[in-house]
């Protein structure tokens, strides 16, 4: 009977024994699963944000091409992009190391959700070209233009194909419909600003609703939702560095910026490349000026009078050289200085107009 | 007992197995993608090169010329880019070498850009391996005639180092 005991103890023993052992092991093959699910993800999000470093790459070097591209796989993802103190960051929201950026200028959302990348690029030029810019936006970020000034056209026309751009008369107008985000642009002094938040978009959140105001020809106010009201987000307006003109990259810009502190941050990484390739065209200069002064008679030509500073007095040389300062005076604290950058504008309208006179006359070397 | 203990070792020697052969295909396959990342690099940085405002060719206000450097500013831009090398120029070449190879007129070779992965504390070099790109490019020189620009030929060689 004592033996029977024994042998029903140890077949209850060995149960529990694999019921614990089975345990362990699911247990075990359950971590592993766990593991490479949060690895993929890891994974995933440092494939992403290096294909978008590359898509990055062609679409900033490859001027004025729109780039669309599929990212279905991430819309359960939020984008996001921030820039400071020279230095672009995107990736996936809570995913993964973001990017780092220290070269291109790229002008985005603050967050992007959708399943349509939109990737266009213009070149910046001061009068030369300097960079290229990388315009960052969605199908579903909602872009409204008011006003009456014929850039809207120019911008309607230069970005068909984006389908998230649409120009409307009256606030009213807006229809939220599925879209993730809205912009407001407007050109005609900001005056729906005191009338608050439009009915339209009052449920949406706070963040996703922005407001581009151009207050003059050359500066813009950045507007974020507050409640139902618009809360300004620059303290002084933001100015626009251009030579203006058709397909001014810097005006179009500030209508893909996320904020006012994106668009500084992204000059600024334009405005320290001017520096180092004004060396390069300093040197260039020289050269120039070495090919026509080793024969006097070319000396004693119109070319020389428009490249050195002893000729006339719209000269390269003495153009050149003032782009240089008033960039050095720029650049002296950025961002705190952005404002003295507009003392640059001057300077390279001289150059560009030195540059056009020895371009008109067909004989002559040009700076660029 | 003895049934048990030998169950259990053919599971543990199947899982060790296992663990073997996942470690050895997961160092195969970072091998792969470290070979893969090192081509997508090779090709950004031509693709940088060849855009670059630095030595690209420009007329004015017109679009740039495609495929072409200018040679009064190609000259002096190693320069400009070894003295901001730390400052800038490295996050926009990283560890690679730049060079541009004249074959008409002349056979000159213009040295652009060149930093390579530091020497090892033992004394090796911090390297395994170089991924060369090819491409063609002309090659414009003003200062030989401010009316007709000559027009050179020659190639850019981009090698990015793992």
Wanted: net charge negative; hydrophobic share 40%.
């Amino acid at each position: 009977m004592a033996v029977k005991k024994k042998a029903q103890i140890a077949v209850t023993f060995n149960w529990v024994y694999i019921l614990i052992a089975g345990a362990v092991i699911l247990l075990f093959f359950i971590g592993i699963v766990v593991k490479q699910k949060s690895i993929s993800e890891e994974n995933l999000a440092t494939d992403v944000v290096r294909v978008m470093e590359s898509i990055f790459t062609g679409a900033g070097v490859s001027e004025k091409t729109k780039n669309f591209v599929d990212i279905s796989g991430l819309a359960d993802y939020t984008l996001f992009f921030g820039c400071s103190e020279g230095v672009t960051e995107y990736g996936i929201s809570g995913k993964g190391k973001p990017v780092q950026n220290n070269i291109d200028p790229i002008f985005a959302p603050l967050e992007l959700k959708d399943t349509v990348l939109v990737l266009w690029s213009l070149p910046y030029k001061l009068p030369f070209k300097v960079i290229d810019f990388t315009f960052v936006s969605s199908r579903k970020s909602k872009i409204y233009l008011m006003g009456n000034t014929p850039f809207i056209n120019e911008f309607i026309n230069a970005t068909s194909g984006f389908d998230n751009i649409e120009k409307i008369n009256d606030v009213s107008e807006i229809d939220p419909a599925r879209n993730y985000q809205f912009k407001i642009v407007d050109f005609s002094g900001g005056q729906f600003i005191s009338q608050g938040i439009p009915s339209a978009l009052s449920d949406v959140d706070d963040n996703k609703v922005t407001a581009v105001v151009f207050t003059g020809q050359d500066q813009v106010d950045y507007y974020q939702k507050e409640g139902q009201m618009w809360k300004k987000k620059n303290k002084l307006p933001v100015r626009i560095i251009s030579l203006g003109g058709e397909r001014d990259s810097a005006r179009f810009a500030t209508i893909f910026a996320g904020d006012d502190k994106t668009y500084v941050c992204s000059m600024g990484k334009a405005f320290l490349r001017l520096r180092y390739l004004l060396e390069v065209y300093q040197s260039k200069l020289t050269e120039m000026k070495e090919f026509y002064e080793t024969d006097p008679q070319l000396m004693a030509g119109d070319c020389y009078n428009y490249i050195s500073d002893q000729g006339y007095e719209v000269n390269v040389e003495s153009s050149l050289r003032s782009l240089k300062n008033r960039l050095d005076a720029c650049l002296v604290n950025f961002p705190i200085s952005y404002d003295y950058c507009t003392e640059m504008v001057g300077a390279a309208e001289k150059l560009r107009e030195a540059n056009a006179n020895l371009a008109e006359r067909g004989d002559c070397l040009t700076l660029y | 007992m003895t049934e048990t203990i030998a169950v259990l070792f053919i599971f543990f020697i199947l899982i060790l197995f296992g663990i073997m052969f996942y470690y050895k295909y997961q160092g195969v396959a970072f091998k792969e993608k470290q070979e893969e990342l090192l081509g997508a690099r090779a090709m950004d940085t031509t693709l940088k090169v060849l855009f670059l405002p630095e030595i690209s060719c420009t007329k004015g206000e017109a679009e740039p010329e495609d495929n072409c450097f200018d040679m009064m500013k190609l000259r002096h831009a190693n320069e400009t880019f070894k003295k901001y090398i730390t400052k800038y120029y490295f996050n926009l070449f990283s560890y690679s070498r730049i060079y541009v190879q004249e074959v008409y007129p002349e056979q000159t070779q213009y040295i652009l850009y060149d930093k390579e992965i530091p020497f090892l504390e033992d004394g090796t070099k911090g390297w395994e391996k170089k991924e060369p790109t090819f491409f063609t490019v002309t090659l414009k020189d003003e200062s030989k005639s401010a009316i007709i620009p000559h027009y050179g030929f020659g190639y850019v060689v981009v090698e990015v180092y793992l």
